[in-house]
């Protein structure tokens, strides 16, 4: 019989809703329950695209006598992490805390006043490399809350007395400047790898935000050894196994320093980022590798996460079923030099484990290989190698394919909007853009209420009941942001200029500080708050980007007084931990540039000269530069006014600094003062 997790909107607490543990979603009744029975809350988070959630779920929640055991001495919480960041970020925080480390499936035991006591994340199901089993530590949990109360409730309150003494406050410090955005690069310099690109070493992440931050620098400084930083990073893994190299988008992460072999899931947000960072970087280079990378992921996004509402899922599973009923991780995704046979015959095959890096020994697991494209002496010639990648494909197609999350989270839609709008505007693919309207008209229709709150996310159409986070507003503006300059449609800036509202008056306390939650939102034991760039964007570090934009398009001071005062964190850790505020520095570097404002006026509409100044504004490198389009005399967007045409003609305006160049009629004159 189905526990209560059955009418939830979140793919991931659906997988739990069979099973013989009596899940409880995260709700007040959950912790009135263990109060009633006096019996200690287990809290267990995780997400779809989560291998041990996976393993751990079969392991321990679908077993009969173990489930018992738990629904008789505890009451059980299941929380999706993606659904709930405010929930995961307070206990993941405690977690790190008393252990040192942190990661999916979580596991954190709490009094019925949601404390946390006890800690952990996986447990086997028997004991195993030092680790007790989950039954193992139900039952010393258990013994220490029956005897052992008073020591516990101590330990969950200083617990949480710890916890709220790490608040920030760096929202009243000055932002950064020359200076600090210098000793980033610096110490950005000092973790790369050269020999490999990228930052660190194993595991290695796609460092989306950090690139970002390295094109805005040297489009602004000149600064040539950070664009070979992010050249070549973006090269090798765009090389690497971490690529999809049949059918385009990227893995979560590689477990080596080579990015070879991946953690299969694919994740929308990486997928947004990195689309719109390969944008970039050809944008400053012209490079082919970049078009294609963007292009391709583009397409994946929309291929295969886009949903039948216009949204997009929020991530593909790294497991899939083999072929054989079992679920393996990477099945879908890994070849042997005999199914490449299989498939191409023996030339083809042979041509294509040498193009694509496949060995008899493997890159893998069982012999197999992830595809990749080494660098090696030779020419191929491009039409066999694009049919042997269409077949290829087209036989994967066949496999069973990894499940796909189709929940709609607000902020990575709103990461998704910006990377295809502005995908589709350089490579002429007005069906990027028009996918990027549909999500936007999705988020309109169905996440925002009559007051513009978001929720943050929904599924199947239907909106959860969760409240949208501070990066659900600040993700969502920047992509409306993106939208409004590509599309020339005014009304995307006023529903930024909504949400950027709330962040002013719901999430920003009397310094400047930012809150991951709003003011309203549910009492937690802490309220999160954190403005390191992680996975995505800090919500603190994609506000003031977007912040400053929309002060950019409209002139508002508030809007970037509070930009520049929520830049003040990255004054304190850029020079400190440049690899955990990429973001951050990259909003830091559209304010050291202006940022620069763009209006571009023509006669009519479909004006080929204003289309013409319209893209050259768009290709334009200066960091964080925003652009309005329109007739003479529309009052779409606030840069228009008073524009007139020059003779007649199509006009470009560009500002910067509360001072303003001449207008030029010229394509090439506007190229040469957004790339200076």
Known sequence: MPNRLAQATSPYLL??????????????????????????????????????????????????????????????????REERPDVDAVYMEAVQAATGQGGWPMTVFLTPDAEPFYFGTYYPPEPRHGMPSFRQVLQGVHQAWAERRDEVTDVAGKIVRDLAGREISYGDAQAPGEEQLGQALLGLTREY??????????????????????????????AEGALQMAGDTCERMARGGIYDQLGGGFARYSVDREWVVPHFEKMLYDNALLCRVYAHLWRATGSDLARRVALETADFMVRELRTAEGGFASALDADSDDGTGRHVEGAYYVWTPAQLTEVLGADDAALAARYFGVTEEGTFEHGSSVLQLPQQEGVFEAERIASVRERLLAAREQRPAPGRDDKVVAAWNGLAIAALAETGAYFDRPDLVEAAVAAADLLVRLHLDEQARLFRTSKDGRAGAHAGVLEDYADVAEGLLALASVTGEGVWLDFAGLLLDHVLTRFTDDSGS???????????????????????????????????????????????????????????????????????????????????????????????????????????????????????????????????????????????????????????????????
């Not at 509070?562 to 690899?579: H, N």
């Not at 389009?629 to 045409?645: H, Q």
């Open 15 to 80: 997988q739990h809703a069979d099973n013989p543990v009596d899940w409880w979603p995260w709700e007040p009744q959950a912790f009135e329950e263990a109060r009633r029975r006096d019996v200690p809350v287990m809290l267990s988070v995780g997400y779809s695209a989560c291998h041990w959630c996976h393993v751990m779920a079969a392991e321990s929640f679908e077993d009969e006598a173990g489930a018992a055991y738990l629904n008789e001495h505890f009451v059980a919480v299941k929380v999706d």
């Open 193 to 222: 790898d050269p020999q490999r690109g990228g930052f660190g070493g194993a595991p290695k992440f796609p460092p989306s935000m950090v690139v970002e931050f390295l094109l805005r620098h040297h489009a602004r400084t000149g």
């Open 514 to 676: 930012l809150y991951d939650t709003a003011s309203d939102a549910e009492r937690l034991i802490r309220r999160p708050q954190d403005p390191t760039d992680n996975a995505t964007p800090s919500g603190w570090s994609a506000a003031a980007g977007a912040l400053l934009s929309y002060a950019a398009h409209t002139g508002s001071a508030p809007h970037r007084t509070a930009a520049e005062r929520a830049l003040g964190v990255v004054k304190a850790l850029g020079p400190r931990v440049p690899r955990f505020i990429g973001w951050g520095l990259a909003a830091a570097e559209a304010l050291l540039d202006g940022p620069r404002e763009v209006a571009v006026v023509g006669p009519a509409p479909d004006d080929g000269a204003t289309r013409g100044l319209h893209r050259t504004a768009l290709l334009g490198t200066a960091p964080g530069a925003v652009v309005a389009v329109g007739t003479v005399g529309s009052d779409e967007f606030p840069l228009l006014a008073d524009r007139p045409l020059v003779d007649g003609a199509s006009a470009a305006y560009v500002c910067r600094n509360f001072t303003c160049d001449a207008p030029t009629t010229d394509p090439e004159r506007l190229r040469a003062r957004l790339n200076s």
